[in-house]
């Protein structure tokens, strides 16, 4: 595979952050999740930190050109030089024209195919350990012991302030609206693979090991 930029497209839940992760140590690129990236900068004292919140806690899309500066920023100063998996961004016709005109065109979009009550079922299940990062979800994979990390055994267990039923109906929304239009924006481009997403982790890690050599 030459250097490419991977882009994971799916419903929030679909996966894409678990098995963008495993991606990247495979094949040795870097994954960037821009929600990971954001969050963080809400949590610190950052300029943005405010609006930022605004925008998230409410599950709308945080503004392209904010957003836009800082992929940016990651892909063309850090590791991501040497092509990388880009996790929850584009998110939108906007942010994937960016991309292809101020970053890079050697691109390849992957999307992770899955219904809609398998993706809710993962978002409002989801938790993780403050401790470790070891991730959960009470619906398909518990801790052995209620309310105790099975890696680290702590007790600090959070679900994420965005993953309310709420929330998550509009981030799904949004997806539709938004996110969705990049399927046929990838496809007419002839950049489009699509992995049955709704499976066991195993299944799907071994269908994109078979995508992977095709790219
Ligand atoms: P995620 O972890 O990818 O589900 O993202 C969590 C939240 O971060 C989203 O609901 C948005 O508010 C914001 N976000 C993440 N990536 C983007 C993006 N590419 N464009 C705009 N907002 C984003």
Known sequence: MTRKIIVLLGLPGSGKGTQG????KEIFIPHISTGDILRKMVNSSSEESSILKFYMEDGRLVPSDLVNKIVRKYILSGDGKQGCILDGYPRNLEQAEYLIENVDDNIVAILFDVADEISMKRIMGRF???SCGELYN???NNTK???VCDSCGSKDL???SDDSQITLQK???EYKKETLPLV???KSRN?????DASGSKDDIKENLLSILKKI
Do not use: P, Q
């Open 191 to 195: 950049k489009l693979f699509r992995v």
């Open 158 to 160: 959070t679900y994420r």
């Open 184 to 186: 046929d924006y990838y």
């Open 21 to 24: 992760a495993m991606l990247a």
């Open 128 to 130: 993780s350990c403050s």
């Open 171 to 173: 981030r799904l929304d």
């Open 138 to 140: 009470k619906f398909f």
């Open 145 to 147: 012991l209620e309310g």
